[in-house]
Nanobody, 122 residues
Framework: VQLQASGGGLVQAGGSLRLSCAAS????????MAWFRQAPGKEREFVAR????????YYADSVRGRFTISSDNAKNTVYLEMNSLKPEDTAVYYC????????????????WGQGTLVTVSS
């Protein structure tokens, strides 16, 4: 499975961005997809996840109510709609996928995309 993230950029505080993560390869085996982020000097942290078949979502407290994760299974693409962005949301955002595990730590995900940079200016 290969993951390709896109959609990052520079946005002012309060603005919005939509990230996309396109999966290719043996996509039928993917059970859950997620977004993580990593700010400079910090550890990679969980943002949101979605179980592809059931559509069940889960968010980190820091983004709940502002970010929305969704999946278009026909396109093998997961989206992260980010609204009311804050400077502290600035990070490289990574998409991840796994065939069976559901978790909120990087260790729970087997496949990773290359990351896309989101910069929120104050």
């Amino acid at each position: 499975v290969q993951l390709q993230a896109s959609g990052g950029g520079l946005v002012q505080a309060g603005g919005s961005l939509r990230l996309s993560c396109a999966a290719s390869g043996r996509t039928v085996s993917i059970y859950v997809m997620a977004w993580f982020r990593q700010a400079p000097g910090k550890e990679r942290e969980f943002v949101a996840r979605i179980r592809r078949t059931q559509g069940i979502t889960y968010y980190a407290d820091s983004v709940r109510g502002r970010f929305t994760i969704s999946s278009d299974n026909a396109k093998n693409t997961v989206y992260l709609e980010m609204n009311s962005l804050k400077p502290e949301d600035t990070a490289v955002y990574y998409c991840a996928a796994d065939r069976s595990r559901v978790g909120s730590t990087p260790a729970a995900y087997e496949y990773w995309g290359q990351g896309t940079l989101v910069t929120v200016s104050s």
